[in-house]
């Protein structure tokens, strides 16, 4: 309200200031009331003299009526009056003007202190709430057990006890070996609570979920953390805490896309713990201040910037991974920013809080790594979808299982960009992008290729005056986000395909078939088989500008045979 009346002073004291300012100047401009012309009419009549006055009683003889000084003088004064009357009335209004402005000021920043002040009281009573009700919860949980010692209930003589259902690791070993949810309760003090349960082999994950886990667009907002969003879980905080206090081995996972929105360079963006405290580092960073995965990993897009997303430019990219610092999960609080012009967006998405533990001496089948152990383990020859868990420290994921007479078994992972696509009109080099979404992620993927270290990738290019490597003008990223400049078929020898390994391009001087850049549909094809490169992450070309020049290229499945 304060803020509303100051603004309303300013307005009208500039409007009563320029009302002041306009007729002093028209004064100024219009002349005085002693500028007067008189011409007398009649034969022979003198012209009288301006300067001296009109005619007094002493007549026209040359001397200067009295009359006439006395009107002029008269004048004179009144103009000067009303000249120093507006001058003093217009500094009286600059003065007011300037207080004012200067109390405006003065309005402002009490009103910036008294926010800074109330949103720092907000952050200590939630951290406080939070931290008390969790050291109660904790507390009671304390004197229960103690209790029960001293009473005898935990000295190992009754008998008809039923197990604790602590996690999805107990349910396991109580024979449910099923996907689903499933009652828990971590803490004796604290209401049981239902939770996911996922099975793999000998490892059980315990899941909760939350309203946020769908990609989730950031509207248009402009300063440093100006888009909040809170994560509303499936369990009260006590609970979850506790789950993470009795398994220490939760996680997280944690992903931003982004179209010009920066993450950490600016602290645009940033995330509460569960306590409250603001932190500044994303998933896969371990915990490293101001950090993204691929800073910690030395593989940012921009090498000065620890996070793929602080490039900020006109490109989709993308920072993810697990936080797993066990004393700030679950993540209580998303804050987003930079997303103000046009070119400027971005996407969140948050998993389900994960717990992980391996399960001892349970009889269970045998961990499921590729589709050779569905067909040893599960006696099953049939193709199809099935799932599979090449590391024990990451999910299992859905892979398609192809299987011939003679023992081989192909494991398979399918993306979106698997049918024959054409290259738009597009000059100069890799001016045409196209980034590979396969069914399963990055790491689950590598972890795959470093298991079994038998994976390839078909890759075909048909060309219509459109070159591949002679112009740099295509080109493929690695998983890793390194550019590549070799093709199917060469062996990972740079600027070749397999044609110019084998020397029998239709250009013997070239490296590639559409390196010839003729006006005849031509094709370089083969298969990757470089593992420290696989799989494909983003395919670039060019050189398709002209009516005379067309590509389309095909991506197949990355392929693991056994």
């Not at 602290?267 to 995965?293: K, P």
């Not at 700030?328 to 992980?356: K, R, S």
């Not at 069914?439 to 591949?468: F, H, N, W």
């Not at 490296?511 to 670039?540: A, F, H, I």
């Amino acid at each position: 309200m304060k803020m509303n009346m100051a603004k309303l002073t300013l307005v009208i004291i500039a409007v009563l200031a320029l009302a002041v300012q306009s007729a002093f100047t028209q004064l100024q401009n219009g002349g005085g009331a002693g500028a007067v012309t008189l011409q007398c009419s009649g034969a022979g009549a003198p012209p009288v003299n301006q300067d001296r006055g009109l005619p007094g009683k002493r007549g026209i003889k040359g001397e200067r009526g009295e009359k006439g000084d006395s009107q002029s003088r008269n004048g004179e004064e009144e103009q000067q009056q009303e000249e120093r009357k507006f001058k003093k009335q217009l500094g009286f209004i600059r003065r007011e003007l300037t207080s004012g402005q200067s109390m405006t000021q003065l309005l402002q920043k009490e009103l910036n202190a008294t926010q800074h002040t109330v949103e720092t009281l907000a952050r200590m009573f939630e951290d406080y709430r939070s931290k008390s009700e969790f050291e109660l919860h904790e507390l009671t949980r304390r004197l229960g057990e103690l209790e029960a010692a001293s009473s005898g209930q935990n000295s190992g003589n009754s008998t008809g006890d039923v197990r604790k259902i602590r996690s999805c690791k107990d349910v396991l070993r109580n024979g449910n070996s099923r996907d689903g949810i499933y009652r828990i309760q971590p803490s004796d003090s604290l209401p049981p609570f239902n939770v996911n349960c996922r099975f793999s082999g000998n490892t059980a994950i315990t899941a909760i979920g939350h309203d946020t886990e769908s990609k989730t667009e950031v509207p248009v907002c402009g300063p440093p953390k100006c888009y909040q969003k809170i994560i509303n879980y499936e369990a009260t905080m006590p609970q979850m805490r506790a789950l993470i206090d009795n398994l220490g081995s939760c996680r997280q996972y944690v992903k931003y896309d982004c179209y010009g929105s920066m993450m950490f360079g600016d602290l645009d963006a940033g995330w509460q713990a569960w306590n409250g405290v603001m932190r500044h580092y994303w998933g896969g960073a371990d915990g490293r201040e101001g950090y993204c995965a691929c800073g910690v990993e030395g593989n940012c897009d921009d090498s000065s910037r620890n996070c793929n997303c602080d490039k900020n430019d006109a490109v989709w990219r993308e920072d993810s991974g697990y936080l797993d610092q066990q004393n700030d999960l679950p993540v209580a609080t998303l804050y987003f920013a930079d997303t103000d012009q046009w070119n400027e967006m971005g996407h969140h998405t948050v998993g389900q809080l994960e717990c992980i533990e391996q399960v001892e001496q349970v009889e269970t089948a045998r961990s499921i790594r590729s589709c050779s152990d569905v067909r040893e383990v599960n006696g099953n020859a049939t193709d199809g979808v099935y799932q599979i868990q090449p590391s024990d420290s990451l999910p299992p994921f859905d892979v398609h299982c192809r299987f011939s007479g003679d023992s081989t078994a192909i494991t398979s992972i399918g993306h979106d960009t698997e049918a024959e696509t054409e290259v738009p009109t597009c000059t100069p080099q890799k001016c045409y992008q196209k980034i590979i979404n396969y069914e399963a992620t990055m790491p689950q993927m590598r972890a795959l290729i470093d298991y079994l270290g038998s994976c390839r990738q078909y890759v075909k290019y048909d060309c219509y005056g459109s070159m591949m490597f002679g112009d740099l003008d295509a080109g493929w990223q690695a998983w890793n986000g390194v550019m590549r400049h070799y093709w199917g078929g060469a062996d990972g020898r740079e600027g070749y395909c397999a044609c110019g390994v084998e020397d029998n391009c239709a250009d013997r001087t070239r490296n590639c078939n559409c390196d010839k850049n003729d006006e005849v549909w031509r094709e370089d094809s083969g298969y990757l088989t470089q593992q420290n490169d696989l799989p494909v992450s983003t395919l670039y070309f060019g050189d398709t500008d002209q009516y005379n020049e067309m590509g389309r290229h095909t991506l197949g499945r990355l392929e693991c045979i056994q």
